[in-house]
């Protein structure tokens, strides 16, 4: 590229810097798939479920006979599931026990600005006094710095949905989720649970990064501790993206499941920092086993959808229903990366281990709020590309360095507008506080895989991706920014509010 930059851009739309591990890979399907514990409340704070985590260090195998330090949420990785109820108000501690400060952000979340981690509302470590106050090109950058604790005031009032929680320190995201730092979010309602889709034991989370490691098993990552935008060498070469080697779910490498001979509902959460996919669910000697998108970002879709194959781009999600009846017991039906090679085609596999009853269904009409936005006559385009931050060098919408002093734009609560996404390589634009939907890819009809209520959309190398945004009823500061979190953390991120 014309920047020097010897990162990746296919027109696949996989940008990024491949990083190999330092340690033999471990053959695959060979680890069992872990399921993260599910967050428990541990009091009521004024009606609303308490929760309280602390972020940690911890030391886990994931390569086997290996110690890889994480942090993380409870000091494991993903961190635990948040199962919540749309209406019921929930408040998260967070209290920070790492070396360095923490901003979480729930994404997804139709969240009050000041619960949705703001990337300058420092949580400074517990008994920390240094000063940690963000100064970028002499200029002060404005956040609510606190010590120790925050609470993060959730309240819910979304439907059900796949959400995810990570960290959002500016200029830290990507190494701070590179260690750990995300878990997932699955918030209910009655209208899904009177479904009838597959439950319990029955509906996975697949949580899915790629990771690369150093010989002492630790995460291989190429600047920890200062921005990657300031290391001389660094910045060209990793600013299209951090990619790794080992592809992990729920935190282990290619994991393997046994199933019944039954439905399944898998919740999928890109929360790679770099790395886009396409799955697929290979059958040997078969045709692929087809399966069923009934969610997608946020949250059900109005009628199931048929897919072979899912594109997904950092930070998006897919809620897909497997019927596993379709093939024999015994069979093993593997989900592949058709974007990866190598190691990276690889991700989980599925046993079919037992024929089992099935008492679920995929009913033929799923949900009623899922209507098209109708846009009115304001278009706001957004331009992602390469440019000047402050005297180096990184992303840029409309030319703009990310500047969270400053609002990019000022949009109406109510109004339905279009924005109209351009890139010059892959960017996952996402955007905070309320979900759009995807009117069209470069004046042509969205993919399939884009259909309902999106957070993310995954925007291919010079394309124009126009969605409809609408915020309801929250007024504040936010952000939008590329879900790629190396370009973020190289200030691909704008500040707007809500008014
Ligand atoms: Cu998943 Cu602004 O983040
Ligand atoms: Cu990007």
Redesign the pocket.
């Known amino acids: 590229a014309g920047c020097g930059a010897v990162g990746l851009d296919t027109p696949a739309g996989q940008?990024g810097e491949m990083l190999t591990s330092a340690v033999p890979l471990p053959a695959p399907y060979r680890v069992p798939l872990p399921i993260p514990a599910v967050a428990r409340p541990t009091g009521t704070l004024g009606g609303a479920d308490l929760y309280e985590i602390t972020q940690r260090t911890a030391d886990v195998e994931i390569i086997p006979g290996l110690r890889t330090t994480i942090w993380g949420y409870d000091g494991t990785f993903p961190g635990p599931t948040f199962e919540t109820w749309s209406g019921r108000p929930v408040v998260v501690r967070h209290t920070n026990r790492l070396p360095v400060p923490t901003v979480v952000h729930l994404h997804g979340g139709h969240t009050p600005s000041d619960s949705d981690g703001w990337p300058l509302d420092l949580v400074l470590p517990v008994g920390d006094t240094s000063n940690w106050a963000h100064v970028h090109n002499g200029v002060p950058m404005v956040g609510n710095t606190i010590a120790g604790t925050r609470e993060h005031h959730y309240p819910m009032s979304q439907r059900a949905a796949t959400l995810w929680y990570h960290d959002h320190r500016m200029d830290f995201t990507a190494p701070n989720v590179y260690r750990g730092l995300a878990g997932m979010h699955l918030v209910r309602d009655d209208v899904e649970d009177a479904l009838g889709l597959p439950a319990g034991d029955h509906e996975l989370p697949l949580f899915v990064c790629d990771r690369a490691f150093a010989a002492d098993g630790s995460f291989d990552y190429p600047s920890l501790d200062r921005t990657l935008r300031t290391v001389p060498g660094v910045e060209d070469r990793y600013m299209s993206g951090v990619l790794g080697d080992v592809v992990l779910v729920n935190g282990a490498p290619w994991p393997v499941h046994e199933v019944d001979g039954t439905r399944y509902r898998l919740r999928i959460v890109n929360g790679s920092n770099a790395r886009r996919y396409s799955f697929a669910l290979r059958v040997p000697g078969g045709p692929d086993l087809p399966f069923t998108q009934v969610g997608s970002d946020g949250g059900l879709l109005a009628a199931p959808v048929r897919q072979t194959a899912l594109d997904a781009a950092p930070g998006e999600r897919f809620d897909v229903v497997v019927d596993f009846a379709a093939v024999p017991v015994g069979t093993e039906v593997t989900m592949v990366n058709t974007l990866g090679t190598g190691s990276t085609a690889d991700v989980v596999r599925f046993h079919v281990v037992r024929a089992a009853r099935d008492d679920s269904r995929v009913p033929a009409r799923l949900a009623d709020d899922v209507a098209p936005l109708v846009p009115g006559p304001v278009v706001r385009e957004f331009a992602?590309g390469r440019g000047a931050v402050g005297d180096t060098r990184g992303?840029t919408i409309n030319g703009h360095a990310f500047d969270p002093n400053s609002s990019l734009a000022d949009i109406p609560l109510g109004q339905v507008e279009t924005w109209r996404f351009r890139s010059d390589?892959?960017?996952?634009v996402h955007v905070h506080l309320d979900p759009f939907q995807v009117l069209a890819r470069d004046g042509k009809p969205p993919r399939p895989t884009d259909v309902g209520w999106k957070d993310t959309v995954d925007v291919l190398p010079a394309e124009i991706v126009d969605v409809a945004v609408r915020f309801t009823d929250l007024a504040g500061r936010y952000v939008f920014h590329?879900h790629?979190l190396e370009?973020e953390d190289m200030a691909?991120m704008a500040t707007i509010r809500t008014v």
Do not use: L
């Open positions: 940008t992602f992303w390589v892959h960017h996952p590329c790629n370009h691909m």
